[in-house]
């Protein structure tokens, strides 16, 4: 099946010899990387053999040539970023030439307005929104230093409305109640000019506020209450 004959063993070559080849070879190839590859292809002449051969400045040319076409691809990159860049900001300058424009195309007529209001602008107009009625209401006048309590008198769990302000400045309050052997006391405040809410009776009793001026000029309160209860009055 094969034809060729199997050398005999005296016939290969010694290892020595392998290796003395395998060291001239790299020599050889050392030699050449250095006279002629090196020259030609990176413009690096160590040994002057480049230059001699005309080796080196074909490899200065190739270098050369290598630079200007790393600096063009940077060029048209930097060209392309711009143009991009203006590509995105171009866009937004029209919508606001728009939108600027847009109001003055819109703007109704001043007289429409005028035309519009008649019966039917008349009858969707809300109603105005009633008052809260009160059913007391008192005022009184405190004196620097001076002190007064009113109460109402309420049965447990009944809810009595109520607001109060002054005139002339704040005052120092307690809203509290006592009674049926017993007394609370819901809130208190220093320096209030105006107060308002709630009030619901913890137990069977008197339920109001203490107020004390402590300015040094008189103030007026007015006291406005409605509600679950029997009657507003001024403590003695």
Do not use: C
């Amino acid at each position: 099946m094969y034809n060729t004959e199997i050398p005999a063993k005296n016939e290969l070559p010694s290892s020595a010899k392998l290796i003395r080849s395998t060291i001239i070879a790299a020599i050889v190839a050392a030699v050449l990387l250095v006279t002629v590859v090196m020259p030609a292809e990176y413009g690096l002449d160590p040994t002057g053999a480049g230059r001699v051969l005309g080796l080196k400045e074909m490899g200065e040319i190739k270098e050369q040539l290598a630079h200007e076409a790393e600096a063009d691809e940077a060029a048209l990159a930097t060209s392309m970023s711009s143009s991009s860049e203006e590509t995105v900001t171009e866009p937004t300058a029209a919508p606001a030439a728009e939108i600027a424009a847009a109001p003055a195309e819109t703007a109704p007529d001043s007289s429409e307005p005028a035309a519009a209001a008649g019966p039917e602008a008349e009858a969707e107009a809300p109603a105005p929104v009633a008052e809260a009625k009160w059913e007391d209401e008192v005022r009184f006048v405190l004196t620097p230093g001076e002190g007064t309590e009113y109460k109402l008198t309420m049965e447990k769990d009944a809810v009595a409305r109520y607001s109060w302000e002054t005139e002339g400045g704040p005052l120092n309050f307690d809203t509290h109640g006592d009674g049926s052997g017993q007394s609370i006391s819901y809130e208190k405040g220093r320096g209030v000019s105006a107060d308002e809410g709630e009030l619901t009776a913890s137990f069977t009793g008197n339920h109001g506020w203490f107020f004390r001026n402590r300015n040094d000029n008189d103030v007026t309160v007015v006291l406005r209450t409605d509600g679950d209860y029997g009657e507003l009055k001024k403590a003695m």
